[in-house]
C-alpha cells in the first residue's frame, strides 16, 4: 500500500471506493458470530416479521464496518484518530453497498498533520444507509 502523504492529499481527493455484494443472509450470520450480536432481528425472519420488517436486515455495526473499510484500503488502521457515523436508513437484504469517502479539510491537530474525511454509504438505488466522519493522520 503506497501511504498517501499529507503534501500529496488534498482537499476534494476522492478515496478508493469499496463495493459491496448483495447483502445475504450468510453474511448477517458471518456478522453475528464475529462480533457477538446475536440480535434475532438480523437473523430470524420470524422475530423481524414480527417488529414490523419485511424480513431480517444487516446490522448496523456491519454497515459502520464497511465504511471503515474504505478508511483502512487507503491507511493503515493505526492512522485513524476518529471515527464517526450516523445510521440513516435500514440496509435490507439485497441491497448492494457502495462506500465511498471524500477529504473535507487538512489541518494539524496536537503536532500531527491530519485530513478529515466524510464517508457515505448507499444502495444501489442510491439510498444512503450511513454517513460517517473520520480523523486520519498523514506522514
Not at 493505526?78 to 439485497?94: C, E, M, N, S, V
Amino acid at each position: 500500500m503506497n501511504l498517501p502523504t499529507f503534501a500529496d492529499v488534498q482537499v476534494g481527493d476522492e478515496l478508493p471506493a469499496l463495493q459491496l455484494p448483495p447483502v445475504d443472509r450468510t453474511t448477517l450470520a458471518l456478522f453475528a458470530g464475529a462480533s457477538g450480536d446475536h440480535n434475532p432481528i438480523h437473523i430470524d425472519t420470524d422475530v423481524a416479521r414480527r417488529a414490523g420488517m419485511p424480513d431480517v436486515f444487516s446490522q448496523g455495526m456491519l454497515g459502520m464496518a464497511w465504511l471503515a473499510r474504505v478508511i483502512t484500503g487507503w491507511v493503515p488502521q493505526k492512522q485513524l484518530r476518529r471515527f464517526d457515523a450516523r445510521f440513516q436508513g435500514i440496509t435490507h437484504l439485497g441491497n448492494a453497498i457502495h462506500c465511498n469517502g471524500r477529504v473535507l479539510e487538512k489541518l494539524e491537530l496536537d503536532g500531527e498533520h491530519c485530513v478529515r474525511i466524510e464517508l457515505r454509504s448507499a444502495n444501489q438505488f442510491g439510498q444512503t444507509k450511513i454517513v460517517g466522519e473520520a480523523l486520519v493522520a498523514l506522514p
